[in-house]
T-cell receptor
Framework: EDQVTQSPEALRLQEGESSSLNCSYTVSGLRGLFWYRQDPGKGPEFLFTLYSAGEEKEKERLKATLTKKESFLHITAPKPEDSATYLCAVQAGGDYKLSFGAGTTVTVRA | NAGVTQTPKFQVLKTGQSMTLQCAQDMNHNSMYWYRQDPGMGLRLIYYSASEGTTDKGEVPNGYNVSRLNKREFSLRLESAAPSQTSVYFC???????????FGSGTRLTVV
């Protein structure tokens, strides 16, 4: 069974204080690892897909990286508008279902 | 705007009542999904439909049924609601072989 574990559960940052979120996974046959952002009261919004170890993707202040066992979401010089819950999910095997981690809630104070 | 539309947004049910959550997408996606989200547990897959005419159980299907009405619509039915089904329900769709799901804005369901 696919397992996805995210840490920490919550992260409080000062504006401009860079940090990283971790997503560790145990799957058989990784097809892709996905990062989503979720704002309170809304559905998750797609950020990135990573397909193979060593791959990196960037979007504004966010950068996602992937190894064979984990992925990191780096937030560089965060702003209050980066406050959200960040979800990690894996797609494995022969189908297209996603298995999600519990998320990391990031709060950025001005 | 293109996307996934869920109705209703909020619902309160009494134990034992039934209801259907509606979901429609206008992106011509083949696959559709129903997830529930509970605090500390993340998103858990209830049922999914890989393509029109097919449905399969996910991780937590007990107490639910689904219908893939056509390519656009995928409904979730609670036949006899229980307090344990209090949750936020999300519908999503995707195009097979391509990355990312598109999620709806969710239905917040409370069973009392």
């Amino acid at each position: 069974e696919d397992q996805v574990t995210q840490s920490p559960e919550a992260l409080r940052l000062q504006e401009g204080e860079s940090s990283s979120l971790n997503c560790s996974y145990t799957v058989s046959g990784l097809r892709g690892l996905f990062w989503y952002r979720q704002d309170p009261g809304k559905g998750p919004e797609f950020l990135f897909t990573l397909y193979s170890a060593g791959e990196e993707k960037e979007k504004e202040r966010l950068k996602a990286t992937l190894t064979k066992k984990e992925s990191f979401l780096h937030i560089t010089a965060p702003k209050p508008e980066d406050s959200a819950t960040y979800l990690c999910a894996v797609q494995a095997g022969g189908d297209y279902k996603l298995s999600f981690g519990a998320g990391t809630t990031v709060t950025v104070r001005a | 705007n293109a996307g996934v539309t869920q109705t209703p947004k909020f619902q309160v049910l009494k134990t034992g009542q039934s209801m259907t959550l509606q979901c429609a997408q206008d992106m011509n996606h083949n696959s559709m999904y129903w997830y529930r989200q509970d605090p500390g547990m993340g998103l858990r897959l209830i049922y999914y439909s890989a393509s029109e005419g097919t449905t399969d159980k996910g991780e937590v299907p007990n107490g639910y049924n689904v219908s893939r009405l056509n390519k656009r619509e995928f409904s979730l039915r609670l036949e006899s609601a229980a307090p344990s089904q209090t949750s936020v329900y999300f519908c999503a769709s995707s195009e097979q072989n391509k990355s990312g799901y598109t999620f709806g804005s969710g239905t917040r369901l409370t069973v009392v």
